[in-house]
Every structure is written in structure tokens, then in C-alpha cells.
């Protein structure tokens, strides 16, 4: 019998829900069948199946949530019948290493499989349950597991404890999980800050929910942010625009502001390229394209679908891919790729008449623009009283790689270009 066990469809993936089973108890399948559908934080996608057999058992029914990685979803007759190693049912992100499988020791799967059932918990002092993440993380920075305190499910040792724990420094994530229960408690209950019990509709944290506030409140805590805001004309922009756009009747395609935005973006990075970076333990990443992230609010959420190498395409190019992105990523059918990683973010609130706000920065991304509404304002040009259109944007920098000039610089290089869309044909 082989275990198909449930994959790791992300970097960051640590449980996920299985929205529905294509095969059932009897049906034969082979390498490449679409057998489940996975809900991650961020998408529903297909799993495949890598060995092929006869389903013998479904062991996780359909609808189920909190599904940890590498946990058997179903058992596997082969053709022979013979037993073999349990697999992994899709063809995944690297959240196992090459490493990983090849040694003989209790691989992840099985140190994973009893915390998906937390009823059966082991108290031998040996045994330490991780993810499968956390045990690449820690071998890879030379971290011993017995000496990291787990503040994940039941204990258990996930990412940021790894992390927390390289070169021997405490992680601010254990150091408050060694806190006594009941005071984390006092901290959460609602009842406790005066809200009594029955005033309120207490909806579920769901995989996507849980993932926001995990990745913003490490970056909020963790990187040191600092904002820089500026003024925008965009009156020649829109006059633009309404050009652009006729010249594009015909093929269907319509221009947003928004897409003038990212483009803009896209070139003052290229213009100021100490903008288009990434800070890391190991130096400072200076991405080659400008590979712009945009804001795109769900159901239940937020998830920022990416443009790549946006400073090559062309605005018409910009728009088709963007509402492509848009409308996959509320139908969450976007594919990893498509979401993860990104060199800068633009978050657009505009739409909804917000003048102006500051962005939480979308690691590893070095920086995250923040746009508000196009609106009439007075101001004084050459000694007069004018009336413009102004657009006020606000760049949130990672300080440890993008410094007060740096940004500056780029805000400099973005409303030259927004402000006269010629230039970023030139």
C-alpha cells in the first residue's frame, strides 16, 4: 500500500482544506489524474496523482479543514500489491528537500502524521514534531530541533520558531508562547475586555484569514518600516487615458488608471534600481525585473497576484493581464507562481474614495506603494491659485534596504512618469 498524503502546494503551506475528491474507494488511477481539489490560504488547486493503483481507502472525507502537510489522505493499491514508501500526492513546491527523502531516519511524513490526529500524543521525550519546512529551515542554518520551542498546533515546531532560533537568539514568537496559557487567554477573550458572550457572531478564522494575520503581524513586528507620501498631478494622465483607450476600442482591451500606475512603477524601479531589492540574511537582493505585486481584495481576504517583468510590457499588455490575474485570483484559481514572490507592491484604494494610507509591507519585497483617490484639489502654481486633479501616493520602505534617499528618489522618478505618461514610452 502507498499513503498519498496531503502536499505541501506552497512555501509557507502548513495545513490546508480538501474541497473535493475526484476518485473513490475501487477506481483506478495513474500518474497525472487529477484525483483532489486543495484549498491553500490563497487558492483552490488540482492534486495529481505521481504513482498509479487502486484507491483502497479515502481516509480524509471531503470538506475537511485544518488538514496538516504530509498527512495520508488516501491509501494506494499498487498493481502488484506490494508495499512501497508512502508518496506525496502532487508534484509540489520544494517543501521536502532532496535531502529530506533521502534520509532513513522518521522522514517529516511520519513525525507529521500522529499531530493531524492530536488525540494519540507520545510522551517519550524523543520525538520531535515539526514541519516539514521548519526541519529543512533548521538543517539548512544548522538549528537543533530539540532545543526550539514549538508554538504551533499542539507544540508543534513551525517556520517562524526556526527562524527565530538562528545563531542561537530566542524568537519573539516563543519567548510570548512560554507566557502561562491564561494569560494569552485574558489577552483573546473577548468576555474578559467587557464584550459578554451572545452580543456577537464569532466567525472561524479560515486558511487565509490565519495566513494574513500570521505574515502581516511578522512584518509589522519585524521590519523596520518608515513611510514617505507625495503629491501626484494626474490630469495629463487621464487625458492620456481617454486616448489610450480609444486606440483600443476595437481589440476589446480597456486601460485603468491602475495599469498606468503599475507601469509607472514598473520604469521608476528600473530608474532607481537600489528600489527594486530585497533584504536577507545573506545580503541584499537586487532583482533584475520589476516584478510588480497588485492588491486584489477577495472574499475573506486579500492576495496579490504579480506582473511580471511589468517595466517590458506594454500598457494594453498590463491591462489584459491584470484583469486576467484580478478575476482568477477572486475565483481563487490562481496558480502559486502567480502569487508568490514580487519585487514591490501597489495597493490601490482609490475606488473606494480613501485619500490616502500607509501600507504594511508585503515581505520580501523591499517597498509597497499605497494609492489613494484622483481628486480635485486647489494648489498654487507659479504664484497662482490653480485647480488640479492630485493623486496622493505613499511608499512603506523596508529600512534595512531601501533608505529615506533611496525611496525618495523613486517617488521622484514615479511622478515624473505619472505625470507625463510620455516619458514611459521613451
Given amino acids: 500500500m502507498t499513503d498519498i498524503l496531503m502536499p505541501a502546494l506552497s512555501p509557507t503551506m502548513e495545513e490546508g482544506v480538501l474541497a473535493k475528491w475526484h476518485v473513490k474507494v475501487g477506481d483506478v488511477v495513474k500518474a497525472g489524474d487529477v484525483i483532489a481539489e486543495i484549498e491553500t490560504d490563497k487558492a483552490t488547486m488540482e492534486v495529481e496523482a505521481v504513482d498509479e493503483g487502486e484507491i483502497t481507502d479515502i481516509l480524509v472525507a471531503e470538506g475537511a479543514e485544518g488538514v496538516k502537510v504530509n498527512t495520508p489522505i488516501a491509501r494506494l493499491k499498487d498493481e502488484g500489491g506490494a508495499t512501497t514508501p508512502a508518496t506525496k500526492a502532487a508534484a509540489a513546491p520544494a517543501e521536502v528537500t532532496k535531502a529530506e527523502p533521502a534520509k532513513a531516519e522518521a522522514a517529516p511524513a511520519a513525525a507529521a502524521a500522529p499531530k493531524a490526529a492530536p488525540a494519540p500524543a507520545k510522551a517519550d521525550g524523543e520525538r520531535v514534531f515539526a514541519s516539514p519546512l521548519a526541519r529543512r529551515i533548521a538543517s539548512q542554518n544548522g538549528v537543533d530541533l530539540k532545543s526550539v520551542k514549538g508554538t504551533g498546533p499542539h507544540g508543534r515546531i513551525v517556520r517562524r520558531d526556526v527562524e527565530g532560533a538562528k545563531g542561537g537568539a530566542v524568537a519573539p514568537a516563543a519567548s510570548s508562547a512560554a507566557a502561562p496559557v491564561g494569560e494569552v487567554r485574558k489577552v483573546l477573550s473577548l468576555a474578559q475586555m467587557g464584550i459578554p458572550d451572545g452580543s456577537y457572531d464569532l466567525i472561524p478564522l479560515d486558511g487565509m484569514r490565519k495566513a494574513i494575520a500570521r505574515r502581516l503581524t511578522d512584518s509589522f ?49 528600473k530608474a532607481v534600481p537600489e528600489a527594486n531589492a530585497s533584504y536577507s540574511p545573506e545580503g541584499i537582493a537586487m532583482h533584475h525585473h520589476a516584478d510588480v505585486a497588485m492588491a486584489v481584495a477577495i472574499d475573506g481576504g486579500l492576495i496579490t497576484p504579480i506582473i511580471r517583468a511589468a517595466e517590458t510590457k506594454s500598457l494594453s499588455q498590463i491591462a489584459t493581464e491584470s484583469k486576467d490575474l484580478a478575476g482568477r485570483a477572486r475565483d481563487r484559481k490562481l496558480k502559486p507562481e502567480e502569487f508568490q514572490g514580487g519585487t514591490f507592491s501597489v495597493s490601490n484604494l482609490g475606488m473606494f474614495g480613501i485619500k490616502s494610507f500607509a501600507s504594511i509591507i508585503n515581505e520580501p519585497q523591499g517597498a509597497i506603494m499605497s494609492v489613494g483617490a484622483g481628486e480635485q484639489r486647489p494648489l498654487v502654481r507659479n504664484g497662482q491659485l490653480a485647480v488640479a486633479t492630485v493623486m496622493t501616493v505613499t511608499l512603506s520602505c523596508d529600512h534595512r534596504v531601501v533608505d529615506g534617499a533611496v525611496g525618495a528618489k523613486f517617488l521622484q522618478a514615479f511622478k515624473a512618469m505619472i505625470e507625463d505618461p510620455v516619458t514611459m514610452l521613451a
Avoid: Q, W, Y
Fill in 221 to 269: 513586528r519585524d521590519v523596520p518600516h518608515f513611510p514617505l507620501t507625495i503629491d501626484c498631478e494626474i490630469d495629463g494622465l487621464l487625458a492620456s487615458r481617454v486616448k489610450v483607450n480609444a486606440m483600443l476600442e476595437k481589440s476589446g482591451v480597456k486601460v485603468s488608471v491602475n495599469d498606468f500606475v503599475i507601469k509607472a512603477s514598473a520604469m521608476a524601479l
